[in-house]
């Protein structure tokens, strides 16, 4: 894959799967724009990107914010004078049953992880209109699949996102734009180790055994690394994949299967 002269921005940078994805983009030659709240780690990021010997520029962004996506998109459109490739990697995943879920906090996550989709690719797709040409690639989930237990306010964002993914795709479409998402399973992220230590159980598995109860359900009989996960976005964002539009790619182990 090759991605000189292609200009991409990555959501949700500071680390995880946004991060790696950052990094194999520029790998494969891309320049890329990172966001993220927080700002000393995405800065972090731009430098390692640098050191590559690509193009970057560190955006402090807060996705739910519309306010702050235009100003961003903006940045980067003065600087590089286009977006060839969108990755939507922002997100969080506060555990909770939904009866005991407070309604600021469903709030927040429907708004970071879903909202921040529409707002982003809404932002960023009507340049890719004028240029017609685009790749958008969206971080959904496996459970946007199959419901998970004390996680539910995740699973109907995830789920929202690859919706998302079908419609932008329908209406891009014409453009030359590639719409996808990914859905990944059991990654090696802070994100998900938070979740171990916090994701209520019921009282029917002790933190300590949680994980390895998840990973027994694993064919692989391990996590991804995120720079698998990169990996697979970078391909969906290729030429390779100009024939691919709408469809949320799984990429659990045999987690899940469809």
């Known amino acids: 894959m090759n991605f000189n002269n292609r200009v991409a921005m990555v959501t949700g940078a500071a680390q995880g799967i946004g991060k790696a994805t950052a990094l194999v ?12 709240v927080q700002e000393q780690e995405v800065k972090q990021t731009a430098d390692e990107i640098k050191l590559l010997g690509r193009q970057s520029l560190g955006l402090r ?5 519309k306010s702050d996506i235009v100003d961003g998109v903006e940045k980067v459109l003065e600087k590089f004078g ?3 490739i969108l990755v939507n990697a922002a997100g969080i995943c506060p555990s909770s049953k939904l009866v005991d879920l407070e309604e600021e906090i469903w709030d927040r996550v429907i708004n970071v992880n879903t909202k921040s989709v529409f707002l982003c690719s809404q932002a960023v797709a009507k340049s890719m ?16 699949k199959t419901g998970e237990f004390g996680n539910g306010a995740y699973c109907v964002s995830k789920a929202g996102v690859s919706m998302l993914t079908q419609v932008q795709a329908l209406e891009l479409g014409e453009y030359n734009i590639n719409v996808n998402a990914v859905c990944p399973g059991f990654t090696d992220t802070e994100l998900l180790h938070n979740a171990f ?7 029917n598995v002790s933190p300590e055994n949680y994980q390895q109860t998840l990973l ?3 064919p692989l009989g391990r996590m991804a690394q995120p720079e698998e996960v990169g990996e697979l976005i970078a391909f ?3 030429d390779q994949a100009s024939y691919i539009t709408g469809e949320a790619v799984l990429i659990a182990g045999g987690k899940e299967m469809h």
Do not use: C, F, H, P
């Open 25 to 36: 983009l520029a790998q494969y030659g891309a320049e890329v724009v990172v966001s993220d």
């Open 61 to 65: 962004i807060d996705v739910s914010v």
């Open 82 to 84: 286009k977006i060839d």
């Open 129 to 144: 209109m004028k240029n017609r040409y685009g790749k958008i690639i969206n971080v959904s989930s496996i459970a946007s």
């Open 197 to 203: 230590k916090t994701r209520d159980t019921d009282g």
């Open 216 to 218: 027994d359900k694993v």
């Open 236 to 238: 969906l964002a290729s």
